[in-house]
């Protein structure tokens, strides 16, 4: 059975950081794209970032470009998003998700693209 079990949200202030962990059970780790969601109140989950199989790509929205980095760790069967220079709008429960492809990430961008998904964890960040 896959599971993806995120951790690391809490409530922090404007201009902090958190970062947020994935980890990843029964799932072959390095076959399968991985990437972050949020879903805000009111709004319709987005694609924050995603990361290829290999690492070797990734792809981020532009409303979080040069603030998050996403990365994973093989030993661990892990993937991190760094989060800094938070903004109140960032608020959002964050999901990670995987798709079994060999393929790189840059088109990866919609929630249909991905077969496996977490509970989610809640980032809030105060003003």
């Not at 970062?19 to 990437?35: E, K, Q, V």
Request: aromatic content about 12%; some cysteine; hydrophobic content about 35%.
């Amino acid at each position: 059975q896959v599971q993806l079990v995120e951790s690391g949200g809490g409530l922090t202030q404007a201009v902090g950081s958190l970062r947020l962990s994935c980890a990843t059970f029964g799932l072959a780790f390095s076959s399968h794209a991985r990437a972050w969601f949020r879903l805000a109140t009111g709004k319709v989950r987005e694609f924050v970032a995603a990361v290829s199989w290999s690492g070797g790509s990734t792809n981020y929205a532009d409303s979080v470009k040069g603030r998050f980095t996403v990365s994973r760790d093989y030993n661990k069967d892990t993937v991190y998003l760094e989060m800094s220079s938070l903004k109140p709008e960032d608020t959002a429960l964050y999901y990670c998700a995987a798709a079994q492809t060999l393929g790189g990430v840059s088109a990866r961008t919609s929630t249909a693209h991905y077969n496996y998904w977490g509970q989610g964890t809640q980032v809030t960040v105060s003003s």
